[in-house]
């Protein structure tokens, strides 16, 4: 826990696990290679456990010669004495290796035992109210309730509480009042517009093409179907498995198929003298870039080009990812009024059938949404030298990574038999970065603070025992959404005050303890619509295509080609007052009252917002 970060951060980019760019050829990422002799000083040893004068480590990392010094100077890396001190404590007591924690299957421990019964609510106070007593702290009191009902109400639908509800809430004592209100919250039509608003940045939504000429596209009946299943309380690995690979599920019908559309959110180029195959090929990438990233919380674009330098994750094993989702026949540059293949036709007839969740208005007579189809299963996937879409090499066959869990031999090599590996009981990552993100929007950061990443530069998780056992309780509850995100907001740690001292702000300015609920600022999203709200505005319709509220003049003119979509045209009525989730998402030039509070471009998928 202590040693891997420092080795990761300081040592990795020259020692890792990318062969390219190994010094010396010496790896200190695995124990057989580090206790080897080293190639350039023979009879020399990296590191010689338990014995720090034989150990060539413990000699360089305190030398004050520039020329032996590790890490060099011209690195600009600098370990501090405290660093000093671990790394050689860790010779000392062994230099043992342990696979990185997150490549570890979750166990499911018991529930702390801890002194204040009285507090716990249920069992995620157990295992913070622990790490509480262990320091000697005590947790905050609980928030008043309008401020616990604001903050509940944010948090489970994205808009504030109305005064009917805050005078209701005050006037009702009996125990289970906060609780009633929680399960009126998740029921909401609400609640999945809120959730939906999340998954969107994750998805990369965007009602245009991107690049230069940033023409419009209508993706917005995908849109309605993530909204619809968020309020259906729709099992998270279904959610995904309808995502990932809905046309390959047996006799997939429209909604599935329709599902499809997340990973053809990415942008597509519409600008003459592009190279086709290459922009294929980015398609594809972000394909694997997003999923990897999304369920996955790998950074495994790192190896698109050489072998990742800090996870072990090589080149050939992100093509063998990369192959799932190669196998699509689409077009790297599409004309102006293209709709790119494939893609559905969606009419009055089809919404009245079988999409009934589709709100299209009168004035649309059909959409045609993009989709997922493995047309082209011909289509055989190499390693790319350098990441160039021109420089294949080894064809590789279709795989997973194996430390994350195992999938040659098990499952079948298409979209459908990666959903499978995903949500296996083997695989070590995607219950626990499910949660994780679910705790980040409820609590702020995620109990892993680095959400996107899980490897060996992410973050360490605040609460290890708690990660896992969410994990562990999602999958066997069945993938339930509603009933995580009510357990996190039921729990006495969510209750608590945000207010503090002084000596508490000083031992744990960032709230990593839990012993008071973080103060945190509204969404970009939340930020309008309060305002909406409050003012009485705000329409309250579900669903449909997105909408072009008031934003200042000239911003399109002045960044588009004469080619796009120059000109913005406001709408009227109520199309001006509709949450912000329907506000018209051009990529190019993203809406300003969203980037000026800090929402995702949603050029590329993301799964934690900058603060500022």
Same mark, same amino acid.
């Not at 329709?258 to 980015?282: C, M, P, S, W």
């Not at 702020?444 to 309780?473: K, M, R, Y």
């Given at each position: 826990i202590h040693v891997k970060p420092i080795l990761s951060d300081r040592c990795f980019a020259c020692h890792g696990n990318d062969k390219a760019k190994q010094k010396a050829e010496l790896r200190l990422d695995i124990a057989e290679n580090a206790y080897a002799a080293l190639t350039e000083s023979p009879g020399k040893y990296a590191i010689v456990p338990k014995n720090l004068g034989k150990s060539e480590v413990f000699h360089r990392l305190i030398s004050e010669d520039a020329e032996i010094v590790m890490p060099p100077p011209t690195s600009n890396l600098v370990l501090t004495n405290y660093e000093k001190a671990v790394l050689?404590?860790?010779?000392?007591?062994?230099?043992?290796?342990?696979?990185?924690?997150?490549?570890?299957?979750?166990q499911k421990s018991p529930l702390p035992a801890v002194k204040n019964t009285t507090w716990i609510k249920n069992p995620i106070d157990n295992f913070v109210l622990k790490a509480l007593e262990n320091?000697?702290?005590? %947790?905050?009191?609980?928030?008043?309730?309008e401020i616990l009902l604001r903050r509940v109400t944010l948090d489970l639908t994205g808009l504030p509480p109305t005064l009917e509800a805050i005078d209701n809430f005050i006037a009702d004592n009996s125990p289970d009042a906060y609780e009633k209100v929680v399960n009126e919250l998740l029921?909401?039509?609400?609640?999945?517009?809120?959730?939906?608003?999340?998954?969107?940045?994750?998805?990369?939504?965007?009602?245009?093409?991107?690049?230069?000429?940033?023409?419009?596209?209508?993706?917005?009946?995908?849109?309605?179907?993530?909204?619809?299943s968020f309020n259906d309380n729709r099992p998270y690995n279904e959610f995904l498995t309808w995502q990932l690979a809905g046309d390959l599920l047996p006799d997939a019908n429209?909604?599935?198929?329709?599902?499809?559309?997340?990973?053809? $959110?990415?942008?597509?180029?519409?600008?003459?003298?592009?190279?086709?195959?290459?922009?294929?090929?980015?398609?594809?990438?972000?394909?694997? $870039?997003?999923?990897?990233?999304?369920?996955?919380?790998?950074?495994?674009?790192?190896?698109?080009?050489?072998?990742?330098?800090?996870?072990?994750?090589?080149?050939k094993e992100y093509y063998?990812?990369?192959?799932?989702?190669?196998?699509?026949?689409?077009?790297?540059?599409?004309?102006?009024?293209?709709?790119?293949?494939?893609?559905?036709?969606?009419? %009055?007839?089809?919404?009245?059938?079988?999409?009934?969740?589709?709100?299209?208005?009168?004035?649309?007579?059909?959409?045609? %949404?993009?989709v997922m189809r493995d047309n082209k299963t011909d289509r055989k996937t190499y390693i790319l030298n350098r990441g160039a879409y021109d420089a294949p090499t080894d064809e590789v066959q279709l795989a997973a990574p194996e430390m994350v869990a195992p999938f040659e031999g098990k499952y079948q090599k298409n979209r459908l038999g990666l959903t499978e590996w995903l949500f296996s009981e083997e695989n070590s990552l995607t219950a626990r970065v499910?949660? $994780?993100?679910?705790?980040?929007?409820?609590?702020?950061?995620?109990?892993?603070?680095?959400?996107?990443?899980?490897?060996?530069?992410?973050?360490?998780?605040?609460?290890?025992?708690?990660?896992?056992?969410?994990?562990?309780?999602?999958?066997?509850?069945?993938?339930?959404m509603k009933k995580m995100m009510r357990r996190l907001v039921l729990s006495n740690t969510y209750q608590q005050t945000s207010k503090t001292n002084d000596k508490l702000l000083e031992m744990d300015p960032d709230n990593k303890y839990l012993a008071r609920n973080s103060r945190d600022k509204l969404t970009a999203?939340?930020?309008?619509?309060?305002?909406?709200?409050?003012?009485g505005l705000l329409v309250n319709k579900i669903g449909g295509p997105s909408v072009k509220p008031y934003q200042p003049e000239g911003l399109w003119a002045e960044t588009t080609s004469g080619q796009g979509l120059t000109k913005y045209i406001m709408d009227s009525g109520e199309s001006q007052y509709r949450r912000s989730l329907y506000t018209f998402w051009k990529r190019t030039v993203p809406p300003p009252s969203m980037m000026t509070f800090d929402a995702a471009s949603r050029d590329l998928c993301s799964v934690k917002r900058q603060k500022t």
């Open positions: 050689i404590k860790w010779i000392e007591q062994g230099a043992e290796y342990k696979p990185h924690w997150a490549f570890i299957k979750p320091k000697n702290w005590k %947790p905050a009191e609980q928030a008043d309730k029921n909401s039509s609400h609640y999945g517009e809120r959730m939906a608003t999340d998954w969107m940045d994750v998805a990369r939504y965007s009602d245009t093409y991107g690049y230069q000429v940033d023409r419009y596209r209508d993706m917005s009946p995908w849109r309605d179907w993530v909204i619809q429209l909604e599935q198929i329709l599902a499809t559309g997340f990973n053809r $959110n990415h942008k597509i180029t519409q600008e003459g003298g592009v190279i086709d195959e290459e922009y294929r090929v980015e398609y594809v990438l972000d394909r694997a $870039n997003t999923t990897s990233k999304a369920l996955l919380g790998l950074t495994m674009e790192c190896a698109q080009c050489h072998d990742h330098k800090y996870d072990p994750i090589s080149q063998s990812f990369y192959g799932f989702f190669n196998q699509v026949d689409e077009k790297g540059l599409i004309g102006y009024d293209e709709i790119p293949e494939p893609h559905i036709t969606i009419t %009055p007839k089809e919404i009245e059938e079988a999409l009934s969740f589709v709100n299209m208005p009168d004035s649309i007579e059909m959409a045609k %949404p993009m499910a949660v $994780n993100r679910m705790w980040q929007q409820i609590f702020g950061v995620g109990i892993v603070a680095s959400s996107a990443d899980f490897g060996n530069q992410g973050a360490l998780p605040s609460h290890p025992e708690l990660l896992d056992w969410l994990a562990i309780t999602f999958r066997e509850e069945g993938w339930d999203e939340m930020i309008r619509d309060n305002a909406l709200a409050v003012s």
